[in-house]
C-alpha cells in the first residue's frame, strides 16, 4: 500500500502561471517532506523540504505547503518556466533514525512557453 | 568525487544473466541507498547502508538481489539470474548521516533485461 501518493501523473502549465504539484501520504509518523525534481536520463536532485512542525517554507519561486490534519503537501512553483519541466517526487520520512525516504510515483510537468 | 557516481550508465543483458552495478558516494557520507524505477513507477527503496552495515534488507525484491558494501564507501548491488521485470533505472544515493534529511542521488543506472 502506497504511503505517499501522488495522484496526477501529469500536468500543464503555460509559461509565468503558477503551477501546483500535490502529494498526500498515510503515515502521520512521518517528521519530514522533501520534493525531488528530475530530469530525463539524470538523477533526482533535491529542490525543497520541509518539516513536520512548519506549515510552510520558501525558497525563491518554490513554496512547500504542509497540511498535517489533512496529510496533504503541495509544491508552488510561481512564475513556472520552460525549464520547470521535469518529474517531481514528493517524498517522506520516517520520525526515526535509520529509515530511508518514501518516494511518490511522480508527477510530470510541462510548462510550455 | 563531487557527487554520488555509478556504473555501468547503462547495461544490457540476456535474461538469466547476473549483472552488478557499482555505486561511489559522495566522499565522507556515511549513509548509502539503492533505489530503482521502474517504467512508469515511483521510486522504490531496495536496500540501505550505515557504513557496511545494511541493518534492513527487506526491501530488496527477492533473494536474487543483494548487495554490499566495503570501506565504508563503495557499494555493489548485485542481481542474479536476472529476469526481464528487473529492467529499470537503478539509483544509488547517500547522505552524510543515516539521519541526514536530504539525500542526493547519482545519475542512476539503466538496466534492460532481454
Not at chain 1, 502521520?28 to 517532506?33: G, L, V
Not at chain 2, 533505472?89 to 533485461?113: D, K, M, Q, R
Request: charged share 20%; net charge neutral.
Amino acid at each position: 500500500d502506497q504511503q505517499v501518493k501522488q495522484n496526477s501523473p501529469s500536468l500543464s502549465v503555460q509559461e509565468g502561471r503558477i503551477s501546483i504539484l500535490n502529494c498526500d501520504y498515510t503515515n502521520s509518523m512521518f517528521d519530514y517532506f522533501l520534493w525531488y525534481k528530475k530530469y530525463p536520463a539524470e538523477g533526482p536532485t533535491f529542490l525543497i523540504s520541509i518539516s513536520s512542525i512548519k506549515d510552510k517554507n520558501e525558497d525563491g519561486r518554490f513554496t512547500v505547503f504542509l497540511n498535517k490534519s489533512a496529510k496533504h503537501l503541495s509544491l508552488h512553483i510561481v512564475p513556472s518556466q520552460p525549464g520547470d519541466s521535469a518529474v517531481y517526487f514528493c517524498a517522506a520520512r520516517l520520525g526515526k533514525a535509520g529509515t530511508a525516504l518514501i518516494f511518490g510515483k511522480g508527477t510530470t510537468l510541462s510548462v510550455s512557453s | 568525487g563531487a557527487g554520488v557516481s555509478q556504473s555501468p550508465s547503462n547495461k544490457v543483458t540476456e535474461k538469466g544473466k547476473d549483472v552488478e552495478l557499482r555505486c561511489d558516494p559522495i566522499s565522507g557520507h556515511t549513509a548509502l541507498y539503492w533505489y530503482r524505477q521502474s517504467l512508469g513507477q515511483g521510486l522504490e527503496f531496495l536496500i540501505y547502508f550505515q557504513g557496511n552495515s545494511a541493518p534492513d534488507k527487506s526491501g530488496l525484491p527477492s533473494d536474487r538481489f543483494s548487495a554490499e558494501r566495503t570501506g565504508g564507501s563503495v557499494s555493489t548491488l548485485t542481481i542474479q539470474r536476472t529476469q526481464q521485470e528487473d529492467s529499470a533505472v537503478y539509483l544509488c544515493a547517500s547522505s552524510p548521516t543515516l539521519s541526514g534529511n536530504t539525500i542526493y542521488f547519482g545519475e542512476g543506472s539503466w538496466l534492460t533485461v532481454v
